[in-house]
């Protein structure tokens, strides 16, 4: 069973250059997590899961529109929360598209990060929740 160590959480605006603090957010958390490769994979995933909420879940809405993020650390799991205002998606629904399409995924400009948090990450759910947000959720077991 995980035991939680902290739950860490971070607003910050609808804008590409909020990565750079998401990012140093995340690296002063992990910095004492090892294997280092997967806490390399969860910063990855976020920073992919982070743009893709700017670029799509929130394209239409200004910088102003927070995205909140949440970062809980277990003995022996990364878990990464984002919550965004966009429509609903269904995750799972594209990421079968993307894996029985005739064209290389990687050759597209668009829906490869979905690839590689997907890739990344040991359990990846996109929530519809109450309040009419949708929440990223990405896990990560720390033991190879």
Known sequence: ?????????????????ALIPVLK???QLTENYSPKE??????????????????YAHDHFPPETPIDLE???????IEIRLWNFGE????????A???????DPLEKEGDRGLL????????????????????????KNLSE
Not at 40 to 53: D, I, S, Y
Request: hydrophobic share 45%.
């Open 116 to 139: 590689f948090m997907n890739a990344l990450m040991d359990e990846l759910h996109y929530i519809r929740q109450a309040d009419q947000r949708n929440c990223l959720m990405m896990r």
């Open 88 to 95: 609903p998606f269904d995750l799972y629904k594209k990421l």
């Open 25 to 27: 957010w995340f690296e």
């Open 71 to 77: 970062l809980t650390l277990f003995s022996n799991i």
């Open 1 to 17: 069973m995980s035991f939680t160590k902290q739950k860490y959480r971070l607003r910050v605006k609808t804008e590409l250059e």
């Open 38 to 55: 997967i806490v390399w994979q969860c910063k990855l995933a976020l920073a992919e899961g982070f743009t893709n909420t700017v670029r």
């Open 97 to 103: 598209e993307l894996q029985n399409s005739s064209v």
